[in-house]
């Protein structure tokens, strides 16, 4: 096993914000939604508003060195944007067999990394690797899987299997700036980094996307399979990959507001924002905990999840960013008081973004190489994240994916995903994409798999230095 990889310093720098405003977004988004219906702006909700963003301390130089960008791209701007699926909605997930065949040759795990590009930003010192460009696999070292031989995969976000036609949003890869453009660990890899540990996804189903992917890079891994176990208790709420050769277990809990959501007996749902599930107890221990939360914060009307807000057992009102924020200050409370630093490293999944409205998802098979990215998610949802982050005494781990994904419109189920009902579309439904299309989540394999191969690599960094300093 080749573990001849650098520690290099850890999350760093930022380059210039790509973002569009939030209000351009959003009076867009609400032109559409008040077309199609939709009770937008239902409850007294107000969308969040665009934010000036606390300026971020740079850790450390962006490594400034030009990479080839391919010109492959290309993107239709203005396409009506889609209600896409709920974004956080438990979708049919139909895995977790405890017995599948074992006439599964050796795995196709790749080799290590050819060291045909390190150098090429130098070594150590300090990188960014989030920052960069998307290129062809040509060395086809991607999918790191193969969709068929993965039983963790749900059939809401395996796109192949639901007659996606294309394959090329599984054979790019991302290529740091800098870092030596590093990010081609492989299943061997990952495998020998999960030696001895839990690792514990907390968030929304995309994080659970983030954990499939995850799933299937080990398993595609993992030498004998027969000695693997899978539990799935309960459906798309919790679900466990355990690697017995290796000591290793991957978890992943739904808990898509990370704080509470609570039902009442009279059926009426109060968030409750200074209170966390009891279920995250159940992550203490863990070696490596990731989290994530966003997209269920952005819903209104009749997809809100929510009938009030609630502080102190009492009804309170509050504008969607407010509570975003209050909710994330308890989360950040209760790990700076429950986790040991030195037994768990903490990471934060950044927002992940959707492509609606202005950039669309529906028909695309490359991802956006040029021009700006006008993002659907509102940017003062990153910016309170960051923030939080910033001011935690744990030292937490950013991994800064919504750029780089902003890029994958090519990247999502669009309309090779399945009904609410857990169905494939039928052909009438996938010519209606407005409707049915998926531009939320991500195909896998896919993005996510990147995501991944970006948190391991984090991982084989010293932990020191991460910290958001302020
Ligand atoms: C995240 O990455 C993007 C793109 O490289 C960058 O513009 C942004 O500043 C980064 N954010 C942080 C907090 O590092
Ligand atoms: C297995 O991994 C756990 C962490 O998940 C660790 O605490 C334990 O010591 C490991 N067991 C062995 C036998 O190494
Ligand atoms: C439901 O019960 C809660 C207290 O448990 C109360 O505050 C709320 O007004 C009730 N809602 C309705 C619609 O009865
Ligand atoms: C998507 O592609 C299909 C097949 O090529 C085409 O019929 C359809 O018009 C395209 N839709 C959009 C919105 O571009």
Not at 246 to 257: D, I, L
Not at 260 to 278: F, G, S, V, Y
Not at 304 to 332: C, I, P, Q, S, Y
Request: proline share 7%; with cysteine.
């Amino acid at each position: 096993m080749d573990h001849s990889m650098k520690p290099a310093a850890a999350l760093s720098a930022f380059s210039s914000r790509r973002w569009v405003l939030a209000t351009s977004l959003c009076s867009l988004a609400c032109l559409f939604l008040l077309s199609a219906g939709l009770l937008l702006l239902a409850a007294g909700y107000r969308p969040f508003l665009p934010h000036t963003a606390a300026p971020w301390d740079r850790l450390s130089r962006m490594r400034q060195q030009a990479a080839p960008s391919t010109a492959r791209a290309s993107h239709d701007a203005a396409v009506a944007p889609a209600p896409a699926p709920d974004a956080g909605s438990p979708g049919g997930l139909d895995l977790g067999q405890e017995d599948e065949e074992e006439d599964a040759g050796p795995p196709p795990a790749p080799a290590p990394a050819p060291a045909e590009e390190e150098g090429e930003g130098g070594g150590d010192g300090d990188c960014d690797v989030f920052d960069g460009t998307w290129v062809r696999d040509d060395a086809a070292w991607y999918p790191l899987y193969e969709a068929a031989e993965c039983p963790f995969l749900s059939n809401q976000v395996a796109c192949h299997r639901n007659g996606r036609p294309d394959s090329g949003y599984e054979q790019w890869r991302w290529r740091p700036r800098g870092c030596g453009g590093r990010t081609r660990l492989g299943g061997a890899e990952a495998l020998e980094l999960c030696r001895d540990k839990r690792l514990v996804f907390v968030g929304d189903s995309l994080n659970r996307n983030m954990w499939e992917s995850l799933a299937c890079i080990l398993y595609a891994a993992v030498p004998d399979r027969s000695r693997k176990r899978i539990v799935d208790d309960a459906g798309s709420e919790y679900r466990i990959f355990r690697a017995m050769d290796y000591n290793c277990s991957v978890e992943f809990f739904w808990s898509p507001f990370l704080v509470k959501l609570e039902t009442k007996i009279n059926q009426t749902r109060a968030l409750k924002l200074d209170q966390l599930p009891a279920m995250l107890q159940r992550t203490l221990g863990a070696n490596i905990l990731i989290f994530n939360t966003g997209h269920w914060w952005t819903h209104t009307g009749k997809l809100r999840a929510w009938d009030h807000l609630e502080t102190h057992g009492k009804m309170v009102e509050m504008a969607g960013e407010e509570a975003f924020n209050r909710a994330l200050r308890t989360w950040a409370r209760w790990v700076d008081r429950n986790i040991d630093p030195s037994r768990t490293r903490v990471f934060f999944r950044s927002v992940s973004p959707e492509h609606k409205s202005v950039n669309w998802c529906y028909n695309q098979t490359s991802p956006i190489s040029t021009g700006t990215v006008a993002p659907w998610f509102p940017k003062s949802l990153v910016t309170i994240v960051e923030r939080n982050i910033k001011n935690m005494r744990t030292p937490v781990q950013y991994l800064n994916i919504t750029h780089l994904s902003e890029l994958r419109i090519d990247a999502h189920p669009s309309v090779y995903t399945i009904t609410r009902e857990g169905k494939p579309l039928s052909t009438e439904q996938r010519q209606q994409p407005l409707t049915y299309a998926d531009c939320s989540h991500w195909c896998l394999p896919g993005l996510p798999d990147t995501w991944n191969m970006l948190l391991l690599d984090s991982l084989m960094r010293p932990p020191s230095n991460v910290h958001l300093l302020g």
